[in-house]
């Protein structure tokens, strides 16, 4: 099935430790994206990745890092450095380039939290 | 970033009920999203707008992206207990073809009372 995966579904990590949230899809798309869901709240960008080999940040990467080294995985780090990482934490993609929509579809989730 | 004002925050209505909701922000917007989010789920998307003034219909829902550009409404019809759940509207302000992630509005949750 084509689709986005993210793995784990829960995550509990210590604080001050580093954790790395997986993102995978087989939909071919080029554009990736990362956002951050809090309680009561919509989502906010932390980063985003048109190409390989390129991202950029968005509204909140204090705290994160993310790679794209193969078109179809883009995992995000939450780092030590992130003041708040408890939350939500959700993957997209979407085609990319001439003539492309919009549209994003999402993965599942992963919720992360930080003891 | 820029935020987009969803209202209203939640609904409590009947089951059978019509349901409308929408989203504003002061500034421009060229593709408008409508999303639905189940607990502990990604969102799913329902409805894509791309030009100003279009009307576009999924089944019961009707979404519309104002003729300003600043705004968009959902609009549910005849709801089932299947239709509960957190509606999002999100805005994209570039054109397509690029890559910069959209924004989102706080949702509108529903509840449905049989």
């Known amino acids: 099935d084509g689709g986005i995966t993210q793995s784990p579904k829960y995550l509990f990590r210590k604080e001050g430790q580093n954790v790395t949230l997986s993102c995978e899809q087989n939909?071919?798309?080029?554009?990736m994206y990362w956002y951050r869901q809090d309680p009561g709240q919509g989502l906010r960008l932390i980063y985003y990745?048109?190409?390989?080999?390129?991202?950029q940040k968005g509204d909140i990467a204090e705290g994160y890092s993310v790679s794209r080294e193969k078109k179809e995985s883009f995992p995000l780090t939450v780092t030590s450095a992130q003041k708040n990482p408890t939350a939500f934490y959700l993957c997209?993609?979407?085609?990319?380039?001439?003539?492309?929509?919009?549209?994003?579809?999402f993965g599942p989730g992963t919720r992360l939290t930080v003891l | 970033g820029q935020q987009l004002n969803q209202s209203p925050q939640s609904m409590f209505i009947q089951e059978g009920e019509d349901v409308s909701m929408n989203c504003t922000s002061s500034?421009?917007?060229?593709?408008w999203l409508w999303y639905k989010q189940d607990p502990g789920e990604g969102p799913v998307l329902l409805i894509a707008?791309?030009?100003?003034?279009e009307l576009t219909s999924n089944g019961r829902l009707t979404a519309q992206f104002g003729i300003t550009r600043k705004d968009s409404f959902l609009n549910i019809s005849a709801s089932i207990p299947s239709d509960v759940g957190i509606y999002f509207c999100?805005?994209?302000?570039?054109?397509?073809?690029?890559?910069?992630?959209?924004?989102f509005g706080k949702g509108t949750h529903l509840i449905i009372q049989p």
């Open positions: 990745s048109q190409i390989v080999n390129d991202f």
């Open positions: 500034s421009i917007f060229n593709t």
């Open positions: 999100a805005g994209r302000r570039r054109s397509g073809g690029g890559a910069d992630g959209l924004t």
């Open positions: 707008l791309y030009k100003a003034g």
């Open positions: 997209a993609s979407s085609i990319s380039g001439p003539g492309a929509t919009d549209t994003q579809y």
């Open positions: 939909l071919n798309h080029d554009a």
